[in-house]
């Protein structure tokens, strides 16, 4: 019965291939994605986006539509600088939009999908760390020349510590005594900490640092490698809005550089690895250094603790109001996931000092 759906839903874009046969991809937590096998190469890859988490799919879509067309513009235009990287290509629809809806409203779109290509969810080796860097910063740099002004906020106040904090402070006005006591210490470290993680903000604010395009969701399984695990392209772009360069890094960094998942207990094994933290930042400013001013490489390590401290209040705020938000698997799931987070902020302080 689902084969039905993908095959009407795939014979709605503009393609000569016949549906052969499809395969669910699980690296994605929010968009139902699938890669359509057909009687011939190129293969697809089909993705209903998630109305529950973006409400303005249409131009969701039409960010990562153009941001993939500049990105393939400025390949071509490149000289052969960038010999083996690719871009997200994406097919248009029979009526010529970016997307399709099927008879229950679901919108669709649908890219090529990019042979040979591979993820990861853990960092092997600090090579791949350096790889990563230099990858992040190519988005950044294929992108610095594209007028963020041009793209939508598809998720508003993502990464705002403003907005952030304020669901904190709303949060713990209403938590339960029990959940105040158990996650107390947590608390207490957000609270003296709120001066300095507001910085980034401030300066944007200010007009120091300025915004550009941005990806806003650089985990390293966001990022797709060669079978000689060099970089070829980001992928999963639906976040792809305006930002600080500040969020891509830090995010990066904090995915690429823990010892251990976000869901760990044993927070023993929770530490920041300061070498792939080198390699990547060596990669990503081999890209961006001259890109970038003064003052935003000054701020690349205090977006490292901005944002392992963001997540982790967001996992700390949730906590409070009773899992409203993270998917749960046990009572104090988002407590553990936060206290791993600012375990992991702190290996990273005390390295830096």
């Not at 070829?232 to 998942?261: E, K, N, Q």
Request: aromatic residues 12%.
């Amino acid at each position: 019965m689902y084969k039905d759906l993908l095959s009407s839903v795939f014979y709605k874009f503009q393609h000569n291939a016949e549906f052969r046969s499809y395969e669910a991809l699980t690296s994605g937590h929010i968009n139902a994605t699938y890669l359509i096998k057909t009687e011939a190469k190129p293969f697809y890859v089909l993705q209903s986006i998630n109305p529950k988490v973006f409400t303005d799919i249409p131009n969701l879509i039409q960010n990562k539509v153009r941001v993939s067309e500049h990105i393939q513009q400025k390949l071509a235009q490149s000289g052969g600088k960038f010999p083996k990287k690719t871009a997200l290509q994406f097919v248009k629809s029979n009526s010529g939009k970016a997307y399709v809806e099927d008879d229950a409203g679901n919108v669709w779109n649908m890219m090529l999908f990019i042979e040979g290509g591979t993820t990861y969810d853990a960092v092997p080796h600090s090579a791949l760390a350096y790889e990563a860097g230099l990858l992040i910063g190519e988005f950044l740099k294929l992108t610095e020349d594209f007028d963020a002004e041009h793209l939508v906020d598809v998720i508003p106040k993502f990464h705002d510590m403003d907005f952030r904090y304020h669901q904190f402070e709303v949060a713990l006005k209403s938590a339960k005594i029990t959940r105040l006591k158990a996650s107390s210490e947590l608390i207490h470290q957000a609270k003296s900490l709120k001066e300095e993680m507001h910085v980034l903000q401030s300066l944007k604010a200010k007009g120091i640092l300025k915004s550009r395009v941005t990806h806003n969701d650089t985990k390293i399984s966001n990022m797709l490698f060669d079978a000689e695990q060099k970089g070829l392209c980001m992928i999963d772009t639906d976040t792809v809005m305006p930002g600080l360069v500040h969020y891509d890094f830090g995010d990066a960094v904090r995915t690429i550089c823990s010892t251990a998942t976000e869901d760990e207990t044993d927070l023993d094994k929770v530490k920041f690895n300061m070498n792939y933290y080198r390699d990547f930042k060596k990669g990503f400013l081999e890209m961006m250094e001259t890109s970038l001013t003064r003052t935003e490489q000054k701020y690349l390590p205090l977006a490292v603790k901005t944002m392992i401290f963001i997540i982790g209040l967001r996992f700390l705020t949730d906590y409070l109001n009773n899992d409203i938000y993270f998917k749960v698997n046990y009572n104090v799931h988002n407590l553990d996931r936060a206290k791993n987070q600012f375990k992991l902020m702190d290996s990273f302080t005390k390295q830096m000092l």
